[in-house]
């Protein structure tokens, strides 16, 4: 494959709503570009970016595929993303390595939540971003509508660049507002396009968007503004230099139409990528984590990051990396500061989804993959020895839901453990960690869906199955009231005996105090140096538990009075003594169980409000108020753990798939008596039953 210098490259993202025709719409590009000569479909599960066995089954995207093509000289890199919530991590990881973000919005069903995160995501990155208007050819759809929706979410700064001349089935014809041309596309699908005058009754409405468009440019450029109040309009080059500068500083969104299933406005969509785009070499710098730069030029020292890992049969691992600044060569041999290693730099390729191509070198800005790094992982900087430099690392997105999972077979501990690990390794949006409280192997994720997918590729690669269960939930034990007891224990059985005498004083302390010990002992009545072991003999029995075996926290104990043996008593025999005395009068003083409240923000549309508070309500929840946002309301409660367990899968029912939540922990809280009841009555059948 030829070799591209970054003034002849563009990194393009490609998010949005899943459903939105982000894959289809990519399908079409590399037709156009002449990588594929037959544009594959999402339902016959052969499109160059879903090539994974779960993506075609599901008919949606999981992974982040990595696609090319040349366009009048100019390699186009295409970084197509999941819409999906449970992949979202992929928008994240995908998002650090494009220059500009496409973000893809059905004209079915207008802004989605998805269309919000991925804007928000590209607000993080200050990263330049336009609109593709797809799915112009259905039916009962408006493309003023759409706009108008986008415009109302998103600010003014969007501004249309091309105008469909009809929409719905006859959706064949749009006009260029820069290059003021209307282009015909062929009905046929083959994406063939004439030029043509634009339609007479579009006259009004394409003036009207092109004042707009360069009032839009003047705006954002001083120079221009006073050149355009003088002259009242700008010169093509200056209107187009202006555009350019005004997308790439984000004073400018534009926005275009299309049609992946008929291939129209695919052409014009990529001279749009090529005229209009920046290219690497005309972003700012990238910084490190100490504050350092580096140019996006050839010349700089290497600077890359390794945004991606997947695993192939054959292949071993492959890494997908972005060159920011300097030349990745084969052969070479490059640093990585994350883990303090060199790798050296084997056979390097361009993708196009599942397709490699081998390639010698990779200039500043230029996207590819690299196989079989020793050491390096997703999120690693890959760079010159002598002068070493850390990118930034990638922030995945907190899991969102835990499982707990039992090896079908003994003996496969290992086996889990190791294939869960190479699993991390290509998606770091999954957790996996032994709770030694809970006794449980916890797998975190994005979702319901996420974990299904985990654990079938656990399956099918490693050969192992898991049982699925439901998480523990990590209970306290803690008391509300005042209470004392003795603690006597005397045991003789010929030759020296044990004896130890404690009396105890239990007082609830604030939430979140832990455990604190005080000695009262007055006049020796249990000399110091038994002390610690009453000490100890409480703080024992706080980790075991009284009620129903979780640790007691929140607790005063206070060693008051005792009694000793000159012979018989030893520090076990305190230890004894005292976890006697505190049983007892925790018992004694009013004891609860604690919770985990975590607390829950979920945006959804407007319209799903009613049904989204009233599953919160039923989930024991406590709404703490709403926000709007456009046509979205966010909704704020605190919901204890235990009712959370698959809340992802129960909000996409709700909502069509249009809602997402974030949840933290907040705090611990009292259990309902009934709730707590039915808790202590199945530790205490679990602990018979041993």
């Known amino acids: 494959m030829k070799t591209f210098t970054g003034e002849h490259i563009r990194n393009i993202g490609i998010g949005g709503h899943s459903g939105s025709g982000k894959t289809s719409l990519t399908e079409a590009m590399l037709f156009a570009l002449g990588e594929i000569t037959r544009i594959g479909t999402v339902e016959q599960g052969n499109t160059v970016s879903d090539y ?43 998002m650090r390595a494009v220059d500009t973000m496409m973000i893809v919005v ?26 593709v208007i797809n799915k112009l050819d259905r039916e009962n759809i408006s493309f003023e509508e759409v706009l108008e929706q986008l415009r109302e979410r998103f600010g003014k ?23 003021q041309k209307a282009y015909h596309y062929a009905t046929d699908r083959s994406g063939k396009v004439t030029e043509e005058e634009i339609p007479g009754n579009l006259a009004d409405r394409v003036a009207e968007l092109r004042t707009e468009l360069i009032e839009a440019v003047a705006e954002s450029d001083d120079e221009l503004l006073e050149k355009y109040f003088e002259a009242g309009e700008l010169t093509e080059e200056e209107l187009i230099a202006g555009f350019k500068n005004a997308i790439r500083n984000r004073l400018i969104v534009p926005v275009v139409c299309a049609s992946a299933t008929h291939n129209v406005g695919i052409r014009g969509l990529l001279d749009f990528i090529v005229d209009y785009l920046p290219a690497p070499t005309e972003m700012p710098p990238i910084h490190s984590e100490s504050g350092d730069e580096r140019k996006p030029e050839d010349s700089e020292p290497l600077a890359a990051l390794v945004f991606k890992t997947v695993s192939e049969a054959h292949m071993g691992e492959l890494s997908y990396v972005r060159v920011f600044s300097g030349v990745m060569r084969s052969g070479d041999e490059a640093f990585n500061p994350n ?190 140096k038994f002390i610690p072991a009453v000490e100890k003999g409480a703080r024992e029995t706080c980790q075991q538990g009284v009620l129903a075996g979780y640790p007691v926290v929140d607790v005063k104990v206070t060693c008051f009075f005792g009694s000793y043996h000159s012979v018989d008593s030893s520090e076990m025999a305190f230890k004894i003594a005292s976890s006697m005395a505190f049983k007892k009068a925790f018992m004694e003083a009013k004891p609860v169980l604690l919770e985990p409240i975590y607390k829950l923000e979920v945006k959804v549309p407007e319209e799903y409000m009613g049904d989204v508070m009233g599953d919160i309500n039923s989930r024991r929840g406590k709404i703490l108020g709403m926000d709007s946002d456009g046509r979205f309301q966010i909704i704020k409660a605190l919901v204890p753990l235990a009712e959370l367990h698959k809340y992802s899968t129960a909000l996409r029912s709700m909502t069509q798939g249009q809602g997402i939540f974030h949840r933290e922990f907040s705090h611990y809280e009292e259990v309902p008596p009934d709730i707590a009841q039915k808790i202590i009555e199945q530790a205490q059948k679990e602990k018979e039953e041993g």
Request: with cysteine; charged share 25%.
């Open 106 to 131: 059905s004209a079915a069903a207008g802004v989605e939540v998805g269309t919000e995160r991925v804007r928000e995501l590209a607000d993080k990155y200050n990263l330049p971003r336009f609109y």
């Open 339 to 528: 883990q303090e290693r060199t790798e050296r730099i084997g056979q390097m390729y361009v993708l196009n989804g599942k397709h490699k191509e081998g390639i010698e070198e990779l200039h500043a800005g230029d996207i590819g993959a690299l196989v079989k790094l020793k050491g390096t992982h997703t999120g690693d900087t890959l760079c010159d020895k002598s002068k070493p430099f850390v990118i930034p690392p990638i922030e995945f997105p907190e899991p969102l839901i835990e499982i707990a999972i039992v090896p079908k077979s003994k003996g496969d501990e290992e086996k889990i453990s190791g294939g869960l690990h190479a699993l991390h390794e290509e998606d770091p949006t999954f957790l996996v960690r032994y709770d030694p409280e809970l006794k449980q192997t916890i797998v975190s994720g994005q979702g319901e869906m996420h974990l299904n997918i985990i654990l079938k590729r656990l399956q099918q690669k490693y050969g192992v199955d898991v049982d699925v269960t439901e998480p523990k939930i990590p209970y306290r034990e803690t008391i509300k009231g005042k209470a004392e007891a003795q603690g006597k224990y005397k045991k003789q059985t010929g030759g020296r005996g044990q004896y130890g005498d404690a009396h105890l004083r239990l007082e609830p302390l604030p939430r979140g105090s832990g455990f604190e010990f005080v000695d009262a002992i007055v006049g020796g009545v249990i000399p110091g």
């Open 52 to 94: 994974n066995e779960d993506e075609i089954e599901r008919q949606i995207s999981i992974n982040t595929s990595l696609l090319h093509g040349v366009w009048k000289n100019n390699k186009i890199n295409l970084v197509d993303t999941p819409g999906f919530s449970d992949f979202f991590g992929d928008v994240v990881s995908g």
């Open 157 to 179: 700064k969007l501004t249309p660049v091309q105008l469909p001349v009809e929409v719905g089935p006859n959706f064949f014809n749009i006009v260029d507002i820069i290059r």
